[in-house]
């Protein structure tokens, strides 16, 4: 902990602990950078929802890694910023469009 000053008085301030990387995470995330190049190159940088034509910043997992979906190019989409946050915030329309998948659906 440390004190910050403020108003005049020193008050307690409490310092995050940043979480270390655990091993499967840092594999998983190995595994996904390895991917990235060919989802790129699928993608030729574009983001691939619908028509939009924004710089793809962002991979996105068609099925949720939560849900078993893995790392394979087929389960893997470039999309930009906002398209990324629109599936996430919109499920129910991201399942109908097919970007998002069940585990229990046939790939």
């Given at each position: 902990?440390?004190?910050?000053?403020?108003?005049g008085e020193a008050t307690e301030v409490k310092r995050s602990r940043i979480k270390p990387v655990s091993d499967k995470r840092r594999a998983y995330l190995e595994e996904l950078d390895s991917m990235r190049p060919a989802v790129k190159e699928r993608s030729g940088g574009w983001c691939e929802f619908g028509h939009c034509r924004a710089e793809a910043t962002e991979v996105h997992h068609i099925r949720r890694r939560s849900q078993g979906g893995g790392?394979?190019?087929?389960?893997?989409?470039?999309?930009?910023?906002?398209?990324?946050k629109f599936i996430h915030a919109h499920p129910s329309e991201a399942f109908e469009m097919g970007l998002l998948r069940h585990n229990w659906e046939v790939d």
């Open positions: 902990m440390f004190f910050g000053v403020g108003d790392n394979e190019l087929s389960n893997l989409i470039d999309l930009c910023n906002g398209h990324h």
